[in-house]
């Protein structure tokens, strides 16, 4: 699966951002979708993620400012960002889990919050 991930950019802290990530190449609806994020020089972690049956999940910092969610209509996952802050500037990447169990990523997108 080709992942391509974007909606990232400069902005406030306080503002919002909504991510998009489109997929081709697998059947979409039955892929695990996730999202991670990489700041320079760190790891690259969790940051939310959503079944092929719409279960969602977060990590703790991210609960209740952002919202994963997808379309398969449109064969996209989307990240809704809101009150960011700062700390939350970096490269943010989709992932696509198929049910045979492979991975795939795309390329990232940066978001960087300003103060």
């Known amino acids: 699966v080709q992942l391509q991930a974007s909606g990232g950019g400069l902005v406030q802290a306080g503002e919002s951002l909504r991510l998009t990530c489109a997929a081709s190449?697998?059947?979409?609806?039955?892929?695990?979708m996730a999202w991670y994020r990489q700041a320079p020089g760190m790891q690259r972690d969790f940051v939310a993620s959503?079944?092929?049956?719409?279960?969602?999940n977060y990590a703790d910092s991210m609960k209740g400012r952002f919202t994963i969610s997808r379309d398969n209509a449109k064969n996209t996952v989307y990240l809704q960002m809101n009150s960011l802050k700062p700390e939350d500037t970096a490269v943010y990447y989709c992932?696509?889990?198929?049910?045979?169990?492979?991975?795939?990523w795309g390329q990232g997108t940066q978001v960087t919050v300003s103060s």
């Open positions: 190449g697998s059947v979409f609806s039955r892929n695990d």
């Open positions: 959503i079944t092929s049956r719409d279960t969602t």
């Open positions: 992932l696509a889990i198929m049910a045979s169990g492979s991975t795939s």
